[in-house]
């Protein structure tokens, strides 16, 4: 139990477009998401956190209308850059967590690739 | 803001020890850490997580402890296989901040056969 997926797995797209990135709670009701960000030999940096139906509350840095974040169903969550350049290309990982619950699981990670 | 250190040499060890990790984490404690090991590509995989009233846990060859008065959790695997070479970060949660979580930097363990 409690598998997160992600689609896709990679992408790689030209500078100024648009990358939608899918985050799904495969066999639970994820109440709260996390969109994390990890460069290479680096650990993982909380990008936002998306409760369902509500605002995603980003961390300090994080530009919220550059990196939307949409949590409109208690399984699904995404997470679109917007304008993407190469400083955005990255490791970007969701995790998901149940109400009640205290861990969260991950899923296995998007890599993103700007040209 | 609440730091947490790794070691961030890798760690070689002999099939059939015990790899014994540590993580430390300065000001106020967490409501629990958590453990996760985390493949070249892929997303972390959860192994175990301890509350700040206990002071131990174990889930088959894996053991962790907590010592909230040291800031300090250990994390052991024993009889240790190649299969076992991977990252593991810990990971503080602070239910204080909406039970985010804060990742140290990871520790490469590397199993010799």
């Known amino acids: 139990g409690a598998v997160v997926s992600q689609h896709p797995s990679w992408v790689i797209c030209k500078s100024g477009t648009s990358v939608k990135i899918e985050c799904r709670s495969l066999?639970?009701?994820?109440?709260?998401m996390f969109w994390y960000r990890q460069f290479p030999k680096q650990s993982l940096m909380l990008m936002a956190t998306?409760?369902?139906?509500?605002?995603?509350?980003?961390e300090q840095g994080v530009e919220k209308d550059k990196f939307l974040i949409n949590h409109a169903s208690l399984t699904l969550s995404t997470l679109t850059v917007t304008s993407a350049h190469p400083e955005d290309s990255s490791f970007y990982i969701c995790?998901?967590?149940?109400?009640?619950?205290?861990?969260?699981?991950f899923g296995p990670g998007t890599r993103l690739t700007v040209l | 803001s609440q730091k947490i250190e790794q070691n961030s040499e890798a760690l070689n060890i002999q099939e059939g020890k015990t790899a014994t990790l540590t993580c430390n984490y300065t000001?106020?404690?967490?409501?629990?850490l958590q453990w996760y090991r985390q493949d070249p590509g892929r997303g972390p995989v959860f192994l175990l997580l301890?509350?700040?009233?206990?002071k131990e846990k174990r889930k088959e060859r894996l053991k962790v402890t907590f010592d909230t008065t040291l800031k300090q959790s250990l994390f052991h695997i024993t009889a240790s296989q190649p299969a076992d070479s991977a990252t593991y970060l810990c990971?503080?949660?602070?239910?204080?901040?909406?039970?985010?979580?804060?990742f140290g930097g990871g520790t490469r363990v590397l199993v010799k056969p």
């Open positions: 066999d639970f009701q994820a109440t709260t």
């Open positions: 998306s409760n369902e139906g509500s605002k995603a509350t980003y």
């Open positions: 995790s998901a967590r149940a109400g009640g619950q205290d861990t969260q699981y």
């Open positions: 990971a503080l949660d602070m239910a204080a901040a909406g039970n985010k979580l804060t």
């Open positions: 301890i509350r700040e009233n206990e």
């Open positions: 000001n106020y404690s967490p409501a629990y």
